[in-house]
């Protein structure tokens, strides 16, 4: 079975600064990797996913991750936030047969003026 | 285009009184899935269908109940809300074999008076 820690409930910060959500996973097996974000009173939406290849991945509104397979780590990053981007973030993994999503606890990005 | 459509989007029951929620996809998947979400917490998952296949989370329960009549439709029955049921209700879509996502929809988020 999968699990996934995201070690920051909330995130404050600046806008126009960077930012960085970290995320960690276990998994006996090959992993898939993705990062959702959820506005207020909405579904989750896609951000990014890692699934083979190279290990920056590149998604959305300017954020991209990297996979590290020895930390078991699938940080987001996104180096100039705007107020626009706060938000609720989800990290997630599934196994290669991608039927068993499992979610992080969420970290709550506010980004100030 | 909406493309996993939930309905209603807000709905209020009373406590014992059974409910239906109900989701609706254009994306032809063959796997839908059911999540509950309460506040400031991680989507948690409920059970999902693959095709007519019905896979139940082992700590789902009871009271909850899904149908899922054709490829388009599937619903989500609560046979006897609990003030503790009040939380937001996600479907959500992918197709297996292909690893690429789960489409949600916006939810509906349920009250239980």
């Known amino acids: 079975a999968q699990s996934v820690t995201q070690l920051d409930s909330q995130v404050p910060v600046f806008e126009e600064a960077p930012v960085e959500l970290r995320c960690n996973y276990s998994?006996?097996?090959?992993?898939?990797l993705f990062w959702y974000v959820q506005y207020p009173n909405q579904g989750l939406q896609l951000l990014l996913k890692?699934?083979?290849?190279?290990?920056l991945v590149k998604g959305i509104n300017g954020f991209e991750a990297e996979f590290n397979k020895s930390q078991t780590s699938f940080h987001l990053r996104k180096p100039s936030v705007h107020i626009s981007d706060t938000a609720e973030y989800f990290c997630?993994?599934?196994?290669?047969?991608?039927?068993?999503?499992?979610f992080g606890p969420g970290t709550r990005l506010s980004v100030l003026p | 285009d909406a493309m996993v459509i939930q309905n209603p989007r807000y709905q209020v029951t009373q406590f014992g009184k059974p409910v239906t929620l109900s989701c609706s996809q254009t994306?032809?998947?063959?796997?839908m899935y059911w999540y509950q979400q309460k506040s400031s917490q991680a989507p948690k998952l409920l059970f999902h269908?693959?095709?007519?296949?019905?896979?139940n989370e082992a700590d789902t329960p009871d009271n909850f109940q899904s149908r899922r009549p054709n490829t388009s439709f599937c619903f989500l029955d609560i046979r006897s809300p609990g003030l503790g049921d009040a939380a937001m209700y996600l479907c959500?879509?992918?197709?297996?074999?292909?690893?690429?996502?789960?489409?949600f929809g916006s939810g509906t988020q349920l009250s239980v008076l």
């Open positions: 959500a879509t992918s197709s297996r074999g292909r690893n690429e996502k789960l489409f």
């Open positions: 998994s006996s097996v090959s992993v898939y």
């Open positions: 890692y699934l083979s290849g190279s290990t």
């Open positions: 997630a993994v599934t196994d290669n047969y991608g039927q068993n999503f499992v």
């Open positions: 994306l032809n998947h063959n796997v």
């Open positions: 269908y693959y095709d007519k296949d019905f896979n």
